[in-house]
DNA sequence: TTAGGTGCAAAACCTTTGCCATCCC
DNA sequence: GGGATGGCAAAGGTTTTGCACCTAA
């Protein structure tokens, strides 16, 4: 899975340093923004294309929802998320079960399955009492 | 949960019709590329727009995968999807469940859930054997 | 030394919006 | 008639790319 060589450099380690001291499922913009006074000069640029590359060695998970921007997620086991419809926030979700469905998806589709996810789409509670 | 007020003009009739008659999850602008010959002229803002209000309606199902565009699918009953990470293309999956899924994720979250997605990444038969 | 990585700026893309003419009810 | 819609073009925002300069290994 893993197959391209990579270095480790700072904005890379940071990058996913940052990810994984967090449960905000951050966008890009808050992660450049976040690290911006750690690394000056870092580029947005960067902060994508090291996303991209950690995604592809399954260091995180893309979270595509409502809402314009990317979510992204340092994956620590398989779970589900729920995004507020109102406030756009990304919450994490363990349903049981979802270990199988892989297996199971891939028996019924005859495709070779690498993951899934599971996203529910609703109102959080601070959003349904401020009725925003 | 249907609230606006709505005309029926030929060009969302057209829409919901090919929406409703093809399989294969199609991006706004195959939609309307589509849909250009039948109606000329056709503006793809309108189709974006139409989308938007038949979403609404819950005529349809937005599914963000991989991929640049948001693919369409007309929606029958819940199901999940499976997308191929080499040609894109989108194909419907039914795994048992899910129905009573929003409500369990409402109870464990707090959350007024309104709906939810299953989304499988993978590799289609076809992609593999080209190994493209 | 050298291939991968970074910054910067420009490009590419998809999607949304403003405006005004048009059409449905 | 009046308000919802459509067409067109421009704007908006996010993500990607080209290029020259670095830098980890």
Redesign the pocket.
């Given at each position: 899975m893993e197959k391209?060589?990579?270095?480790?450099?700072?904005?890379?380690t940071a990058l996913l340093e940052l990810l994984r001291s967090t449960k905000s499922h951050p966008?890009?913009?808050w992660l450049h923004e976040r690290l911006a006074g750690e690394?000056p000069?870092?580029?947005?640029?960067?902060v994508?294309?090291?996303?991209?590359?950690l995604a592809m060695q399954g260091n995180l998970q893309i979270i595509?929802s409502r809402g314009?921007?990317?979510h992204f997620d340092a994956i620590a086991s398989s779970h589900g998320h729920i995004v507020c419809e109102a406030c756009d926030r990304v919450r994490d979700l363990d349903l049981p079960d979802g270990e199988n469905w892989d297996r199971e998806a891939a028996k019924a589709s005859g495709y070779e399955v690498s993951s899934h996810q599971l996203i529910f789409f609703g109102i959080c509670p601070a959003c349904r009492k401020g009725s925003r």
């Open positions: 391209q060589p990579h270095r480790n450099t700072k904005q890379r966008t890009a913009a690394i000069g870092l580029s947005l640029a960067t994508y294309r090291n996303l991209s590359v595509r314009d921007a990317e």
